[in-house]
């Protein structure tokens, strides 16, 4: 089983998954989280409360929740699969993810997505649907490329969670990035996800992937939007 219930790491066309320390802090105070959050009764709805607690973030200018009843156990949250890229958005959207976590005490997957033969085939052919890499993309990279600056950015979504030790790390190969997220999105309880953007790589993690994630995920999403620029920094 892929997700943050399984144990030990998995591997999925290619990728490769680094577990985190189980048995991390479960302080949410600490951690960055709401006494709001932390304080409804049993069998209340939790991912409502501690998404609108985790919008506070200085790093977020607009936090929105989607697909809010999917939710198979309203009450309660404990894996949340983080996409990571190197758009705007995605320091924002690690920030924003770590301050959900911290209020339900979950874990969370960063999870990053690099382009798969198949996928820099149909972007050399021109048969790309906007979702894998396109023609602005560097000609000559290659898979060695790709996973080097997604070891990188993962470096970067770990360290801006500073010592929050309830996660993991997954890199894995896929012909779209959409398409991997809405794949393991039924191991998570919740998935987060940047705000749509335009560039380059970015487009290949949060361009149109972010409304196909929002409509085809089956738990909810979050979809968050920086306060200017807030990219993780991959040099």
Do not use: C
């Not at 006494?35 to 991912?47: C, F, K, N, Q, R």
């Not at 979950?106 to 790309?128: I, N, Q, R, T, Y």
């Amino acid at each position: 089983m892929n997700g943050s219930d399984g144990d030990g790491g998995s591997t999925r066309n290619g990728g490769t998954r680094n577990g985190g320390a189980r048995g991390g802090s479960s302080d949410s105070t600490a951690s960055g989280g709401s006494a709001a959050a932390g304080s409804l009764a049993v069998g209340d709805p939790v991912i409502g409360p501690a998404v609108k607690d985790a919008s506070g973030v200085a790093t977020a200018a607009d936090v929105s929740l989607n697909g809010a009843d999917r939710a198979g156990r309203p009450d309660r949250v404990s894996s949340v699969l983080v996409a990571v890229g190197p758009g705007p958005h995605s320091g924002a959207t690690v920030d924003v993810a770590r301050g959900i976590a911290a209020a339900t005490d979950a874990w969370l997957e960063l999870f990053h997505v690099v382009p798969s033969d198949a996928a820099l085939a149909d972007a050399e052919s021109g048969d790309d649907d906007g979702t894998t890499a396109d023609a602005d993309t560097p000609g000559d990279a290659d898979d060695a490329d790709y996973a080097t600056a997604g070891e990188r950015l993962l470096d970067a979504a770990e360290s801006r969670l500073s010592g929050f030790d309830r996660a993991d790390r997954w890199l894995v190969e896929d012909r779209t990035a959409a398409g991997a997220v809405v794949e393991q999105s039924p191991y998570y309880d919740l998935v987060v996800v940047g705000a749509p953007t335009t560039g380059t790589v970015g487009r290949f993690v949060f361009g149109s992937t972010t409304d196909t994630v929002v409509g085809d995920a089956e738990v909810p999403v979050v979809v968050v939007e920086g306060d200017g620029s807030t990219a993780l920094d991959a040099e």
